[in-house]
């Protein structure tokens, strides 16, 4: 259990307390019979009052959701629907509606409060984030966006804003071929399906492929959307490790699937989030061969491989899948910008007409403007022109930040550099527990994403994400001495930091 609490933030600490476990009940993060840590240890792990864990757990007991048993101590109860809206509405009073007891299971398992948690911690204003992985397009796009979308105005007035076809329009799925055609991949356009945003093919795949129950396997550590959206389908991720190469344990996997059957194997070969390593050639072919041979399928998400700064270019799953094992995923939205919602997704003619029903069910189809904007930028050419520009400005904002952790190097931290991606991957000085560092980093002025949510089973608190597409290059090294100085407050190594710069250490990278 991950309890993180701000004395900046208005509601009281045994407020913030017992919301957070309230909402990790509701989430499913703590099932019945979860034994809660006694309240003196949680105040010492807090370093709080013991009276104020005592205040957060008296009021869940009032809420029905604990209960302290002697000899045992404090467990979480099954969520009751006894107490249900409708049993409760006999009683002679008329309120806002009990919405917990209306909304479905299903919904209330899948909220993961962490994440929303962090990102609502309170910042400073001059805050230099490296939490979200947003891209910076800059100003030269918006000129170029707008410029398209007057002369498609002036062409093709009102097409903008009617229907299209759930899968998209045929000349847009034929563009988004020859887009996945410079990655290595053939396509025919009735093997495409246009998305509002890879987030929908992940979850519409959920919808088509998943029972509760079905297994998933992972990397570890993985996308933790991708895993929320699984999980909320009853789905049991079991999440793979890599090697000390950064490798997938391939003989785990092949272990897990003859044991378990899953459906899918979901997978980010190039510039993984949230680690930005690439998965080699050699794994790449036998993850596909054991997919082969288990008859199991692979969700290969690529949102980032245009983003290669140094090494070559490897193929993706799918452009060497001759079975069609491969359903492949990917995105504008680290090209253009996440507001556009506009992704694709490329699987045989059968599965997309699956998919077609249940995305006809979510959303009928994506926005018309923005495919028929996408369409434009790739058959004209601009979106290559800009995919150059941004791959060179986030090339230098790497380097940038690979150089200020070097400058302002701490003992124990490490990290590897990656060949592309948007994402620097640092692990912790030993003891290090990265939920909680957040707020020093705070303080400090300067936010990152902790790696414990990318992981789908075992606890890991000792990575950060830092992302460097969207910091403003000539804020990057500020921003990483504030967060480095954050680390060294945590550690207590101020004294080490400089022995250990005078002799000249470097992390091993
Ligand atoms: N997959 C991965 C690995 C991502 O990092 C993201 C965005 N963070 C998505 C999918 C979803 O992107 P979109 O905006 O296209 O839905």
Request: hydrophobic residues 40%; charged residues 20%; contains cysteine.
């Amino acid at each position: 259990m991950n309890i993180i609490i701000s004395r900046k933030l208005s509601s009281p600490i045994y407020m913030q307390i017992k919301q957070q476990i309230r909402e990790a009940i509701f989430s499913g993060q703590l099932p019945a019979g979860y034994l809660l840590p006694p309240e003196r240890k949680l105040a010492e792990q807090l370093g709080i009052n013991r009276s104020t864990v005592l205040n957060a757990y008296i009021e869940l007991k009032a809420e029905g959701l604990i209960e302290s048993f002697v000899g045992k101590g404090t467990v979480v109860l099954p969520i009751s629907k006894s107490d249900s809206w409708a049993d409760s509405s006999r009683i002679a009073h008329y309120g806002a509606p009990s919405w917990r007891h209306i909304f479905s299971e299903r919904s209330l398992g899948s909220d993961d409060p962490l994440i929303r948690d962090l990102l609502s911690l309170p910042k400073r204003r001059d805050c230099i984030s490296f939490s979200v992985a947003l891209p910076d397009p800059g100003p030269e796009l918006t000129a170029k966006l707008s410029e398209q979308l007057q002369a498609l105005m002036q062409e093709q007035g009102d097409v903008m804003w009617k229907h299209t076809a759930t899968e998209g329009i045929l000349s847009l799925r034929e563009a988004l071929c020859t887009w996945m055609k410079q990655r290595g991949i053939d396509a025919a356009p009735e093997e495409v399906l246009a998305l509002s945003g890879s987030q929908q093919g992940i979850d519409l795949l959920t919808r088509v492929f998943i029972d509760p129950g079905d297994t998933v396997l992972i990397e570890e550590p993985s996308y933790f959307s991708a895993m929320q959206t699984f999980r909320s389908a009853g789905a049991r991720l079991i999440g793979i490790p890599a090697d000390s190469e950064g490798q997938l344990r391939l003989d785990i996997l092949e272990s897990m699937l003859s044991k378990y059957h899953p459906k899918l194997i979901y997978v980010l070969p190039t510039f993984q989030n949230p680690t930005g390593r690439v998965m080699n050639l050699a794994v790449r072919e036998q993850l596909l061969q054991l997919a082969y041979r288990y008859k199991t399928i692979i969700v290969e998400d690529d949102p980032y491989s245009d983003f290669r700064y140094s090494g070559n270019p490897l193929p993706p799953i799918r452009a060497l899948d001759r079975h069609d094992h491969v359903i492949y995923v990917s995105t504008f939205s680290k090209l253009i910008g996440s507001g556009l919602r506009m992704g694709w997704l490329n699987a045989p003619k059968q599965v997309i007409r699956q998919l077609a029903i249940a995305k006809q069910m979510a959303d009928l189809h994506t926005s018309t403007l923005s495919q028929v904007l996408m369409e434009r930028m790739i058959c004209s050419g601009l979106l290559h022109q800009h995919v150059d520009l941004i791959r060179s400005r986030y090339k230098h904002r790497k380097q940038l930040m690979i150089d200020s952790l070097h400058k302002h190097y701490v003992p124990g931290m490490t990290w590897q550099e990656p060949e592309g991606g948007v994402f620097i991957w640092c692990r912790m000085p030993k003891g290090l527990n990265a939920n909680e560092l957040l707020l020093r980093a705070a303080d400090r002025g300067v936010d990152y994403l902790p790696g414990n949510p990318f992981f789908a089973q075992q606890q890991q608190t000792a990575y950060v994400r830092l992302n460097f597409s969207c910091a403003e290059a000539d804020t990057i090294d500020e921003g990483i001495r504030r967060f480095t100085a954050a680390v060294r407050d945590a550690t207590g190594r101020e004294g080490l930091w400089d022995e250990a710069a005078s002799e000249g250490l470097k992390p091993i990278i």
